[in-house]
């Protein structure tokens, strides 16, 4: 049983890694702010948690202790992360930063047109 619990560990681990490498390849690689920006949140909302996951199981397992830290720490990742990458590629938005000549669709553009009365 114990090597299972090992084995899952492992895995959690490897996958927040790999998570983090492909966020990482993925903000090197786009084109513009709002895509490279989706790609920091989502390894590190994932891959950060994927980490914590597997370190949080590894001290319960392995040293019997229940760590409310690092289950905290998983909430406020997940909590805080999409929601501060939302507001960077808000302000970036509105502050006039172009989009990839890539882009097909601009939603903002749409919603933010004045309404003839």
Do not use: Q, W
């Amino acid at each position: 049983m114990l090597s299972l619990i090992k084995i899952v560990i492992s895995i959690f681990l490897v996958i927040g890694t790999f998570v983090i490498l492909s966020g990482t390849i993925g903000v090197l690689r786009f084109p513009d702010v709002y895509s490279r920006l989706h790609a920091a949140t989502k390894s590190s909302t994932l891959g950060v948690s994927g980490v914590l996951i597997g370190s949080f199981l590894y001290v319960l397992t392995d040293m019997g202790v229940f760590s409310g830290k690092l289950i905290l720490g998983i909430l406020f990742v997940l909590l805080t992360a999409p929601v501060g990458g939302h507001m960077i590629s808000r302000a970036a938005y509105r502050s006039g930063v172009p989009l990839s000549e890539k882009t097909v669709y601009n939603h903002l553009e749409e919603n933010n047109k004045p309404k003839d009365s």
